[in-house]
């Protein structure tokens, strides 16, 4: 559900205004700098990714924005007069909403955690423009995790994590969105071809490796809408 309550929630409010300054594109280092968030380190940004969760037993909602650098550095980060480093340790004074820093050497990540928080995603992701929309997923997935990322070679790609209902057709949604069946180079998956698959695998095979649902530079597998060419990449860890 989505109130005045969710939207107030902090990782909320920071995932719409931060997503709404890396859509602006350009240079990872300069975009940090305007987000509210200071970050002083002798390394130059390499790459921003911004995420939001909702998930596990007692309904989490976490931000989390890591940023990696272009090689081993300290770091500090602040964050409404408060300065992390890596002796930082959690911080916040109430039960169900903290955050914490982690420093890594060539990356920092920042958290923010809200405990019991009803079902939001499908609201958040709706309200986000900053995020390419597929209005569709909603009527056959659950929205578990969206992805911003901005790299300093590569540019910004989008992720959005889903789970699919059981008992829903998402070929219905998927085909209606303009989306085709197809292998990684572009070729199309064919309904003969489905068909002898299943018949070897069995009904619950899923898709062969390599074959997912293909829209310009957009990829939906079972679990994951991926935006921009380069999204495998800037997401990888």
Known sequence: MYTEGTKGLRAV??????????????????????ISLRVTANR?????RLGLSHSGPGTQVVLELRIDFKGTTKAELALDRVVYDERSSLSGDRSDAWCRAVFGGKFVEFRVVHENVPRLMEAVYACSE???????????ADIRWLQFGVDAALGAAQRVHFELHQGKDERTAFDGMDFS?????????????????LARRGPDAGLPRGVAWRRDDVVLTATCASFGEHAPKIFSY
């Open 13 to 34: 409010e920071l995932w719409h205004a931060w997503g709404e300054i890396l859509a602006r594109g350009g240079d990872p280092g300069v975009l940090l700098s305007t």
């Open 44 to 48: 130059p940004v390499a790459r921003l």
């Open 130 to 140: 900053f995020m390419p929309q597929l209005p569709a997923l909603a009527e056959v």
């Open 181 to 197: 069946l197809c292998r990684a180079d572009r070729t199309p998956y064919t309904d003969a071809e489905e068909h002898a698959w």
